[in-house]
């Protein structure tokens, strides 16, 4: 595996801003133990446990290529099932991406619900239609309660404010015990700003890789960010790790930037075949923690 050497790290940290809790070993020290792709995982203060890797079903694989739900049903639902069998325990969803329906399949077929951690996303825009959606989303995927509900793709820098309402309907049956924790994915930095300080999220899936592509920001800017937050007791969830596939032929060196940067509780990686899982999970056991 090519790992990122140490003058790539002091150029992704921007002069060493990012040194303090980056566990790569020091010269002439032996290198600590590798990282488990099954490893268990907290977010944060909300007590979820998930795998490190998760199976992401959005509408790109890693690598860039077709929907994954394109390939047919049965090739879908098996490679849901193979990365259970394989040890993970994360499935990423969302309303746009379709994939509710197959999970259920999985789930029903080899996959057993209180073993895994269920995350969807809403784009409602009213508080009716969140409850509308998590409704349809438990009876999409037939589960009782969802592990995380997230507000889908905030760009705006006053998201807390204009989404206010939606939050609270959100927050409200988290109440109900019909979702374990609430939170947002985001699509510019000023989005992440507001997620990072605001107290109602507990979960921030955030955009992160070494090179800036499809992320909110540079990296010397983002990162602080999902420090600051992941020492604030809020889960961290990594997406875009081969920049929707810019750089597929980078993943190793991606992962390793990733997970050693000591901010990042779990990632997600959309995957179309089930040898492509087993491809991820080699290469984060080569990453060093």
């Keep these: 595996m090519k790992s990122i050497t140490r003058r790539d790290f002091m150029r992704y940290s921007a002069a060493g801003t990012l040194a303090a809790g980056l566990a790569l070993p020091a010269l002439g020290q032996e290198p600590a133990a590798t990282l488990s792709a099954t490893m268990e995982r907290t ?10 890797l998760g199976m992401g079903t959005g509408t790109k694989a890693w690598n860039g290529s077709s929907e994954q739900n394109r390939q047919g049903r049965e090739a879908f639902v098996s490679c849901i099932e193979h990365a259970y069998a394989k040890g993970l325990r994360y499935y990423d969803m969302a309303d746009m991406y379709g994939a509710h329906d197959y999970v259920k399949e999985a789930l029903k077929r080899s996959v057993p619900r209180d073993k895994v951690m269920l995350l969807t996303k809403t784009v409602a825009k ?3 239609d969140i409850n509308a959606d998590v409704e349809r989303f438990r009876k999409e995927l037939d ?22 309402a939606e939050m609270d309907a959100l927050a409200e049956l988290k109440a109900q015990g019909k979702i374990r924790a609430i939170g947002c ?3 510019t930095l ?3 700003q507001r997620a990072v300080d605001s107290e109602w999220v507990d979960v921030i899936l955030a955009r992160i890789n070494p090179k800036g592509v499809k992320m909110d920001g540079t990296p010397e800017q983002v990162v ?5 937050a992941h020492d604030s007791g809020k889960g961290i969830l990594g997406m875009k790790i081969a920049g929707e596939g810019e750089l597929a032929g980078q993943l190793a060196e991606s992962l390793q930037y990733v997970l050693t940067l000591g901010c990042v509780d779990a990632i997600t990686i959309g995957f179309l075949k089930p040898a492509e899982i087993d491809d991820a ?3 984060i056991e080569a990453v060093r923690a």
């Design 143 to 164: 589960v009782d309660y969802l592990d995380a509900v997230l507000l889908h793709c905030m760009t705006d820098g006053d998201w807390p404010e204009k989404r206010k």
């Design 185 to 187: 994915s985001n699509h």
């Design 190 to 192: 000023e989005a992440l």
């Design 43 to 52: 977010l944060g203060k909300s007590g979820i446990k998930c795998t490190l």
């Design 126 to 128: 009213k508080p009716e």
């Design 281 to 283: 999970m080699a290469k």
């Design 224 to 228: 602080p960010l999902l420090r600051k």
